[in-house]
């Protein structure tokens, strides 16, 4: 699920695409080679000193940890995670990823939007600033899904990791609809993702969103609802019932 979340970079680049000197040589005179006995007295102390300022490997006095002590602590990370999973299992919901939320051959269609529009902005003149054309266009359709991993999309219970965007915004904005979509800075610095890849949430008590470049699991009902706002148009909406920080 992780990589397939963090995979949602690659559409961010597509969307997007859419809309010190060199050391001197030595120099050829050399000063008198040290006598011997000179060089050989101080080879032990120069190897020492690079032995004391050599930052590889442990520090002296640091403890090694032993195979076993790592393997505990892999096996513990597993089962934190394994609980996790559980719980969530145990409150009926899915975690799904938003390949889940395309239809079968959306990406295809996507590609050739994406194609038809590069075809006509760069045809001609180019692209006057504060033309129609000067924006940052959401592209994409509306269709959606009709079953979520055998489950009826409309109605599932979900969690779903992404990036928050808000209507309002200051320290204090208490905020009780916002979008969530796959990558980081869409409608904000980069265009919107399609409708089907961008989701409007609701939630019945504000919260407060400080960090939009943190990733979130978003946990709560899915309705196939179409919403508009001025930021970006949603293909689904997600009545909100909980969320958490999303751990890399």
């Not at 190897?47 to 300022?53: H, I, M, N, V």
């Not at 054309?133 to 599932?156: R, Y």
Request: net charge negative; aromatic share 6%; charged share 25%.
């Amino acid at each position: 699920m992780k990589q397939t979340f963090l995979a949602a970079s690659a559409l961010a680049l597509l969307m997007t695409a859419a809309c010190g000197g060199q050391e001197s040589a030595p120099s050829e005179t050399s000063s008198p080679a040290p006598a011997a006995d000179t060089a050989e007295a101080s080879a032990p102390q120069a190897q020492l000193a690079k032995d004391e300022t050599s930052s590889d490997g442990p520090e002296i006095g640091e403890r090694v940890p032993d195979p076993d002590e790592r393997d505990s602590s892999i096996a513990a990370a597993s089962a934190a995670e394994k609980a996790k999973a559980d719980a969530v299992a145990a409150r009926g919901v899915t975690e799904i990823g938003w390949e889940e939320l395309m239809p079968e051959g959306e990406e295809e269609r996507l590609a050739e939007m994406y194609q038809a529009q590069m075809a006509r902005l760069y045809s001609g003149g180019g692209v006057a600033e504060g033309s129609a054309a000067d924006q940052a266009i959401q592209i994409g359709t509306f269709n959606t899904v009709d079953e979520i991993m055998g489950q009826a999309a409309d109605g599932m219970k979900i969690r779903l990791p992404g990036y928050t965007v808000p209507f309002e915004y200051g320290k204090d904005a208490q905020i009780s609809e916002f979008l969530l979509v796959p990558y980081y800075g869409a409608c904000l610095h980069a265009p919107p993702p399609p409708p089907n890849q961008t989701v409007f949430v609701k939630t019945e008590e504000p919260i407060k969103l400080k960090d939009l470049s943190q990733a979130v699991w978003i946990e709560g009902t899915l309705r196939v609802e179409t919403q508009s706002s001025d930021l970006a148009d949603a293909a689904y909406t997600i009545e909100m019932t909980g969320w958490e920080i999303y751990e890399y």
